[in-house]
Nanobody
């Protein structure tokens, strides 16, 4: 079991920045990938970014060059640095983990955090 806790969401003006954190605990001794997904009420979750246990990174096209995912294995924490934020980035952001390769698909992640709200005002 892996437990995940997100933090760092909030309200920011367009063009601003936020850094989301995803702190993992539990079975973190085995390599695990982490993905970030976003979801609006009543809509399906959407892939944002992921990072493998070895540090390979992947991004959805609309956030590439604006968002940066990274991990600090000593702290068991994955970060999502979000720059040049746009109102359309507003959503609840979830981090998820799996013992295996990073994936674009939410269904392949077995562990999920509680989500953190990101709101970007115009």
């Amino acid at each position: 079991q892996v437990q995940l806790v997100e933090s760092g969401g909030g309200l920011v003006q367009a063009g601003g920045s936020l850094r989301l954190s995803c702190a993992a605990s539990g079975r973190t001794d085995s390599p695990y990938a982490v993905g970030w997904f976003r979801q609006a009420p009543g809509k399906d979750g959407r892939f944002v970014s992921s990072i493998s246990g070895s540090g390979d990174t992947y991004y959805e096209d609309s956030v590439r060059f604006r968002f940066t995912i990274s991990r600090d294995n000593a702290m068991n924490t994955v970060y999502l640095q979000m720059n040049s934020l746009k109102p359309e980035d507003s959503d609840v952001y979830f981090c998820a983990a799996r013992h295996g390769d990073a994936s674009y698909y939410a269904s392949r992640y077995g562990y999920w955090g509680q989500g953190t709200q990101v709101t970007v005002s115009s």
